[in-house]
């Protein structure tokens, strides 16, 4: 099957079923139903491949992950109810206690919990490397070190890491590369391209797109998955048929969604650069960002979060954000509404001043997720408040 992304995501179904239906039926339902006791025997053995239980899989979301497989290049992949169930169930079926993680520093702010509160209940400690010493993480390599884990672009610095560069790391000393898509979408990227083992989705951003249902998926190589596949169907995260159901559908029109949301993202990026209470931008696709050159080598368009630094601090920072009317102040991104934060005050406030700065979130930063309105409307939103 030689089909393209946009093929792909909207003719991988599931199978018709005797009414015909054209688009894919929702199937809630928590089990499945049996002819005999040697098709149920032979279904539990895994001899035979068919639905059993929903937290084990369901047509819906097979359906969903099929199509991020696909996307993403992978073998397998598994779905689950949120993009934080999907990473901790990928570090609880794949590290025993004691193993090590090394982790760029500017991750999402619950995986940065997970690393320095939960994690090392199980003895399981992390080291970050700054954007700045990526030549310096092998320096951070111990013999139980199992896992080089990052997220590009990051969130909230939006910085941007050699996903070639990790990967030639993580073979050299036979750790496992796993990499958080999410601000990428399978659409702008696809880390297993550069040698990724375990890519990473929270669905609930770009690839639900509209602010409605929250998901999480992991997909790579088929044995990794396997592990990760039988933690989950026995401790129980699995996303729910319905969002599944949601989901999918949402795929159909990520590709053109995607495009929209990053054509107006450089237009505000590039408002942004030109204005004078603003100190810096950092968009992937500016040819001011550090890593401009390693976004075009390995991302299809920019993405849809511009950052950027207003002059004077914390208190201008949040002036402004009181200022906006059309833009929505929230938690969530990727939706097709767009949506200011202020990480300082908000999602990165547990840090202390010293792990902000280091992770590059300055007081006066602002991260824009930009949504599909029109975009001078979103540019006149940005220009009266900062006024
Ligand atoms: C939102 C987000 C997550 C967590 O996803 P949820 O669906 O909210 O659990 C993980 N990584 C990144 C980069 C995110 O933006």
């Not at 894919?24 to 068919?50: C, G, I, N, Q, W």
């Not at 979301?61 to 999907?86: C, L, Q």
């Not at 169907?233 to 949301?261: C, D, I, Q, Y």
Request: hydrophobic share 40%.
């Amino acid at each position: 099957m030689n089909y393209h992304f946009e093929t792909l995501a909207i003719r991988n179904q599931s199978e018709r079923t005797q009414f015909s239906e054209h688009s894919s039926p929702l199937y809630l339902t928590s089990s499945f139903v049996f002819e005999d006791s040697e098709e149920m025997r032979a279904s539990f053995a895994e001899e035979k491949e068919r639905n059993l239980y929903s937290r084990f899989s369901n047509p819906n979301t097979t359906e969903f992950v099929n199509k991020i497989v696909a996307m993403e290049g992978a073998e397998s992949g598994y779905a689950f109810a949120t993009g934080m169930s999907a990473i901790f169930s990928t570090f609880g079926a794949l590290l025993n206690a004691g193993d090590h993680i090394i982790s760029c520093r500017s991750v999402f702010g619950s995986t940065h919990s997970l690393f320095t509160k939960y994690l090392p209940k199980w003895n399981i400690n992390t080291n970050y490397f700054n954007i700045n010493e990526i030549d310096q993480i092998e320096s951070l390599i111990q013999p139980n070190t199992k896992i080089l884990y990052a997220e590009s672009p990051t969130n909230p610095a939006i910085d941007i890491l050699d996903l070639e560069l990790l990967n030639s790391i993580a073979q050299k000393h036979k750790l496992l590369l796993i990499i958080d898509n999410c601000f990428a979408t399978p659409y702008l990227q696809n880390p297993i391209k550069f040698g990724a083992d375990i890519v990473i989705h929270s669905a609930t951003k770009l690839i639900d797109g509209q602010g409605r249902v929250l998901g999480g998926v992991v997909v790579g190589k088929e044995e990794l998955i396997r592990e990760i596949y039988l933690f989950s169907r026995n401790t129980g995260p699995a996303m729910s048929p319905f969002n599944a159901w949601v989901l999918s559908k949402s795929l159909e029109t990520l590709a053109v969604r995607v495009e929209k949301h990053c054509e107006n993202a450089l237009k505000i990026a590039e408002f942004l650069e030109n204005h004078s209470k603003v100190n810096y931008v950092k968009y992937p696709f500016l040819k001011s960002h550090p890593q401009y050159e390693i976004a075009k080598k390995q991302m299809k368009l920019g993405g849809n979060i511009v950052a950027f630094q207003i002059n004077g601090g914390i208190e201008k920072g949040k002036q402004f954000l009181d200022n906006i009317k059309l833009c929505s102040l929230s938690a969530n991104l990727g939706d097709t509404r767009t949506i200011i934060t202020h990480p300082a005050s908000t999602t990165h406030s547990k840090l202390s001043n010293d792990e902000r700065l280091e992770t590059g979130i300055s007081d006066g930063l602002v991260r824009i997720s930009v949504g599909l309105e029109y975009v001078d409307d979103i540019i006149d939103d940005i220009k009266q408040a900062l006024k």
